[in-house]
């Protein structure tokens, strides 16, 4: 894995910002195609390359979930964040880039591949939860479950084995994948009782998760994603997740 000090390229990003006269506060996922960089030696998988307000200077997400700015060579890379100097302050691209990229993946992902809660009603929207059966700050947000379907919104689950997708969490996670009734045995998981099949059949599954939640940048558990595509790390009680529901609506 390659980890970079993220804030450094933040004040060299503003000048940049400012002395090329940049004007839009969005990166767009049309770079060219940029499938791997060079990094000591070693190859590294792009998983992820957009263009930036600066010709020349693209976003990329490696397959560790770290993300540089670079050449389309990799011969220059920057870290941190990128901001512009707009007209009522600072925006950060680099957030706007990494909710953009979280809606696309999330949206290409098959809804029979989830554990989803729905309300009884119409649906507000959806919070998707990278989840951990072993993680008690998971149960308590399960706990808060029937308080957000009651306001409209639906909770779907990826799983996120915080040990790795080769950890018991992630067979156990597994069988949860493979039940018959996946809600039911969620829930029934999170109280010690685990569904009896192997799971073997939703390995892959549980591994497609996982790896998608690094590269999303999760890093524990719970993580929360709302509509717009931020990430909201950790355990919050049901009133702050609608009122953040809110202010992250689409």
């Known amino acids: 894995m390659f980890v970079f000090g993220f804030r450094r390229l933040a ?3 503003i ?3 400012g002395a090329m006269g940049i004007v839009s506060p969005v990166i767009a996922a049309s770079a060219p195609d940029i499938s791997s960089l060079t990094i000591g030696g070693r190859k590294v998988a792009v998983t992820d390359a957009r263009t930036t307000p600066i010709k020349g200077l693209y976003r990329l997400t490696l397959e560790s979930g770290d993300v540089v700015f670079s050449d389309p060579q990799g011969h220059y890379m920057l870290t941190g964040d990128l901001y512009e100097n707009g007209e009522h302050g600072l925006i950060n691209l680099s957030e706007k880039a990494a909710n953009e990229q979280r809606r696309e993946a999330l949206a290409k992902l098959d ?4 554990v989803i809660f729905r309300p009884a009603g119409d649906i ?3 919070l998707t939860v990278f989840t951990d059966i072993t993680c008690p700050y998971c149960q308590e947000l ?6 957000l379907n009651k306001q409209g919104i639906a909770v779907r689950y990826l799983a996120f084995p915080r ?8 067979a156990e996670l597994a069988q949860i994948w493979c039940s018959r009734n996946p809600q039911q045995s969620m829930s029934a998981a999170f109280n010690g009782k685990m569904p009896d099949n192997s799971g073997k059949q939703c390995a892959s599954t549980i591994a497609r998760d996982y790896e998608l939640g690094r ?3 999760v890093q524990g558990t719970p993580a929360i994603v709302y509509p717009d595509g931020s990430l909201v790390p950790g355990y919050l009680p049901a009133g702050q997740l609608v009122s953040h529901f809110k202010q992250h609506a689409q």
């Open 215 to 217: 590269q999303l940048g």
């Open 15 to 17: 000048a940049c910002a």
């Open 142 to 147: 399960h706990k808060e479950i029937p308080t």
């Open 111 to 114: 809804k029979r591949d989830s």
């Open 11 to 13: 004040i060299a990003a």
């Open 124 to 126: 507000k929207g959806t």
């Open 163 to 170: 040990a790795g997708d080769h950890s018991p969490a992630a």
